[in-house]
């Protein structure tokens, strides 16, 4: 970051004594942070840019930021419960995500696959790590009620459906 000044950091961690105890807990966690699987920051990347970019220079785990997300500009993926995928059909919602440059949310059951587990290509995986978030589970009301979510790919069953409806 360059042309950072003492006076630009928090109050907390504004120090020139290297063994202050608040200032070696910071270097710990950011430390930690190289470790991590995925970063959640709360900053928006119009904000922060240079920040963000010269992180992901050094990061290589996935960078996720919590902050401004135009309105319904997310598709959010769930096939719910039930639902089973081939192999073939799992790779192909993947490309068809990757391929529309559209942010998403996807939640992946780990019995999604028949009879296996839901393996994605690391291709998908890094081309979509700056704008796709995979779970496992969520809560769908929270998600659906969220101003991002602008769209909602299901396999359209009854409850996916009229939570959907309920939620504009």
């Avoid at 997310?74 to 942010?103: D, H, K, M």
Wanted: aromatic letters at 8%; charged letters at 20%; a neutral charge.
């Amino acid at each position: 970051m360059p042309n950072i000044r003492l006076r630009d950091l928090p109050s907390s961690i504004r120090t020139t004594i290297l063994s202050d105890i608040v200032l070696q807990f910071c270097q710990v966690k950011c430390h930690d942070a190289l470790k991590a699987s995925a970063l959640i920051l709360n900053t928006f990347k119009d904000l922060e840019k240079p920040v963000l970019d010269a992180m992901r220079e050094r990061i290589s785990c996935p960078i996720y930021t919590i902050g401004h997300v135009e309105p319904k500009s997310v598709l959010y993926v769930n096939f719910g419960s039930l639902a089973i995928l081939t192999p073939n059909q799992i790779n192909e919602f993947a490309w068809g995500l990757a391929n529309s440059q559209r942010p998403f949310i996807w939640v992946i059951r780990d019995d999604l696959v028949a009879g296996e587990s839901a393996m994605l290509e690391k291709e998908f995986v890094e081309a979509t790590k700056e704008r796709g978030l995979i779970l496992s589970w969520c809560n769908q009301m929270k998600v659906l009620s969220h101003h991002a979510i602008g769209g909602f790919l299901t396999h359209n069953g009854w409850n996916s459906t009229i939570e959907s409806i309920s939620n504009g």
